[in-house]
């Protein structure tokens, strides 16, 4: 009798496990299940080119900066389509592994929902899957006693429970679709689906839905804007669609979406070991909301002959704030007569922008009347102050000098600044990161 797919993806699944000679093999023993999505997600109109395996997938608007590893993504022209997670409880320990799976299982669904929970984005947001695979033994099929409260209620298997819980999350929406199989090995192969709503069919069709509606409505979005480029009353058309509450809070969410993954970016860069203080200049870039929004846009970098600024700020009072961006792996503290003070870079850091104030303090009156006679946009000099952004506690702290400590000690030097603050990557990405949170929650 000739094997439907599926049962195939399976049986192929336990061939590669029980042929696995090393511990790597072991770990791409549900390559035949990858493969099978990769067939059903291809035949819903994925280009293969557009699917990546254990890829790290950026969700800006999650609970943390950190990317997590999905066992396969789609990703269509920058668009995410799918992310399928691939779960396996194989063995006679699954009473000691099932809990584990299911806070990981929950616990990814909600990151990855809580990107796409505003109303605005949620038709773009990806078919999320997911693929549990259990082994049909003697433990797994036991009914548990009742009375057993580390296992739950009595009176069901592992098995049972299993099936209960992924019902469940599909019904709250934390999954779009799961496709839950239990399997014994070969010689005696077996692989049923206990569930109809779980099944393969259903998840396959589940898929083909949500990707016909994500392109739908990235076709008429794209389409949207080559009509609006083709409008020579284009701000008109704008101002129209935001003068509406709906169009208005559509468009904010937009800003909010892009800038969330601004931060996500930055927020990355930060604790990668390689990365430089040019490189994080160049991810900021135009990006000056992330210092606040108190700015109304950046000055020329060089105003003082000799002098160039990183990021010139213009206030909206038309003072003049100084950023200067140092590498997120600069030391930040040292340990000096059993206390900790600052290290030297941060001191430096600190007194270059002290430079720059004092020269734009005995030149501002000057600067101020060429530039008026240039007709050039004048600031306050007088007024400059300065921020130095600089390393990453997370970085920096270590067995001895924990990342609390390093923050205080943070704290307790900006006491004694006037004019100049120093401020971690982790206070810059961390602030911004709660700014678009209240923002995304006034939307709401």
């Given amino acids: 009798m000739t094997e439907d ?82 779960k396996t409880l194989i063995g006679r320990s699954i009473g000691n592994n099932l809990r584990n799976r299911q806070e990981e299982i929950v ?7 809580r990107t796409y929970r505003l109303p605005q984005i949620q038709e773009v947001k990806p078919f999320l899957g997911l693929v549990m695979v259990v082994e049909d033994n003697e433990v797994t099929a036991r009914l548990l006693p009742n009375g057993d409260m580390s296992a739950g209620s009595g009176g069901s298997s592992h ?46 069709r589940t898929a083909a839905q949500r990707i016909q509606q994500i392109r739908a409505a990235d076709d008429a ?51 990668e070991p390689k990365t430089t203080e040019t490189a994080m200049q160049a991810a900021i870039g135009k990006n000056y909301w992330v210092f606040g929004g108190q700015y109304i846009g950046m000055a020329q970098r060089s105003l003082v002959p000799l002098d160039q600024y990183d990021i010139p700020l213009i206030c909206a009072d038309g003072s003049l704030h100084i950023v200067e961006l140092k590498g997120p792996g600069a030391r930040l503290v040292r340990e000096h007569r059993g206390s900790l003070i600052v290290a030297d870079e941060v001191h430096e850091a600190v007194s270059q922008c ?32 300065a921020t130095v952004i600089i390393g990453h506690p997370a970085r920096s702290a270590t067995a001895e000098i924990s990342r609390t400590r390093i923050e205080q000690t943070i704290r307790s030097y900006n006491a004694h600044l006037s004019r100049i603050q120093v401020l971690t990557y982790a206070d810059l990405l961390d602030g911004a990161e709660r700014a678009l949170r209240f923002e995304e929650e006034s939307l709401g």
């Fill in 5 to 86: 797919p599926p049962t195939r993806a399976i049986r192929a699944f336990w061939e590669n496990r029980q042929g696995a000679v090393t511990e790597h093999r072991l770990l791409h023993s549900d390559a035949a299940i990858t493969d099978l999505m990769t067939e059903m997600l291809v035949e819903h109109g994925i280009s293969q080119n557009a699917i990546q395996y254990d890829k790290a997938l950026s969700l800006p608007g999650g609970y943390g900066p950190t990317s997590r590893r999905w066992d396969l993504i789609a990703v269509d022209d920058e668009l995410p389509i799918a992310a399928i997670e691939i």
């Fill in 107 to 113: 616990g990814a669904a909600t990151d990855f929902n």
């Fill in 159 to 204: 098995q049972d429970r299993v099936q209960t819980f992924l019902g469940r999350i599909v019904k709250d929406g934390l999954y779009d679709a799961v496709w839950f199989v239990i399997t014994a090995p070969p010689p005696n192969f077996t692989a049923r689906e206990p569930d109809d709503g779980l099944s393969f069919e259903h998840f396959s």
């Fill in 221 to 271: 979005a794209t389409s949207f804007g080559k009509t609006l480029a083709d409008r020579a009353d284009i701000e008109d058309i704008l101002s129209g669609i935001t003068s509406t509450p709906r169009g208005l809070s559509a468009a904010e969410a937009s800003v909010i979406q892009r800038q969330r993954m601004v931060v996500t970016e930055l927020q990355r860069l930060a604790v």
């Fill in 354 to 385: 002290l430079n720059y104030l004092r020269s734009l303090d005995e030149t501002g009156a000057t600067l101020q009347t060429l530039r008026h006679n240039e007709g050039r946009p004048t600031y306050d000099f007088r007024r400059s102050r």
